[in-house]
């Protein structure tokens, strides 16, 4: 296919009809059933976490917290290697920085048995003052990840001590003289979804 040029999609009618696997289809039937536990606070410590009823439900193989994890620090991103972005999120660990955030994982065998275990999760926070606003976020004395051992592997302008996830400063000829030639100026801020 070419841009421009229409063009039949092989699988089209495969997938409109749901023959080709998807992920579930793969798995196989002794696989367990996974289902997280998330934060209902946008930015809180965990103080501790009490798993002991869960673990009694009938089909509950393992509960995860951040206690049962390496102290690794991860990224989230998935851009080609090296990848740019921060290593500033363990897989599980004892801040939460948003509501939604990742507070413990559950193994069972079954769907209801996983959520049985959620719900008998006991966890106890800290809440602690959260930047929810993007434009306030920067320079904030609130800091997101105010951690010792969050880093990157390419120099991006990441500066987790003024909330900064990367920062690039380009220029291309003379901006003053292009401006002063133009007839129209248009000066405008764009917000665009996540890409």
Partial sequence: MSVGISGRKKDGLALATGKPAYTADLAPGDALVVKVLRSPHAH?????IDASEALKVPGVECILTHRDLP???ITRA????????PR???????????VGDDVAIVGARSQQAAQEA???IQVEYEELEA????????????LVHPEAD???????????????????????GDVGEELASSAVILDETYYTPAQ
């Fill in 118 to 120: 959620l719900d008998r």
């Fill in 44 to 48: 809180a410590r965990i103080l501790s």
């Fill in 150 to 172: 969050v880093s990157t592997l390419v120099e991006t302008g990441f500066d987790a001590g003024r909330n900064l996830v990367a920062e690039v400063d380009e220029g291309y």
């Fill in 78 to 85: 998935g851009q080609s290697w090296p990848e740019p972005s």
């Fill in 88 to 98: 500033d999120k363990r897989v599980l660990e004892d801040r939460v920085r948003y």
């Fill in 131 to 142: 930047v929810t606003d993007f434009e306030k976020a920067l320079d904030n004395p609130v």
């Fill in 71 to 73: 102290d690794t620090r």
